[in-house]
């Protein structure tokens, strides 16, 4: 089974970047589609961006022209690029992996927090 690491979380004030990354090992070649979800405590998680090992991308409504995901397959890492964040974007991301098997696979997830 593929295991996922995310980082890149942390604080940052609101109007700012940051930019998020997800390890996969042994490899993510072995992975067919990946996607970043967050979740506020209380809220239902949700879906912020997804790509597939073609490169094909999704955008929640709320990510699209703000959040931008790519794809390393050299580094076995996707990047979660989060510009103009803000408050509501406050919350725990999430890296999820459907392998070619179709097995899922979810990080530990790394913390976010959008904060004057």
């Known amino acids: 089974q593929v295991q996922l690491v995310e980082s890149g979380g942390g604080l940052v004030q609101p109007g700012g970047s940051l930019r998020l990354s997800c390890v996969a090992s042994?490899?993510?070649?072995?992975?067919?589609?990946t996607g970043w979800y967050r979740q506020v405590p209380g809220k239902q998680r949700e879906m912020v961006a997804s790509i597939t090992d073609i490169n094909t991308t999704d955008y929640a409504e709320f990510a699209k022209g703000r959040f931008n995901i790519t794809s390393d397959n050299a580094k076995n890492t996707v990047y979660l690029q989060m510009n103009s964040l803000q408050p509501e974007d406050t919350a725990v991301y999430s890296c999820?992996?459907?392998?070619?098997?179709?097995?899922?696979?979810w990080g530990q997830g790394t913390q976010v927090i959008v904060s004057s």
């Open positions: 042994p490899s993510i070649a072995s992975i067919l589609a």
């Open positions: 999820n992996g459907l392998s070619r098997s179709l097995e899922q696979s």
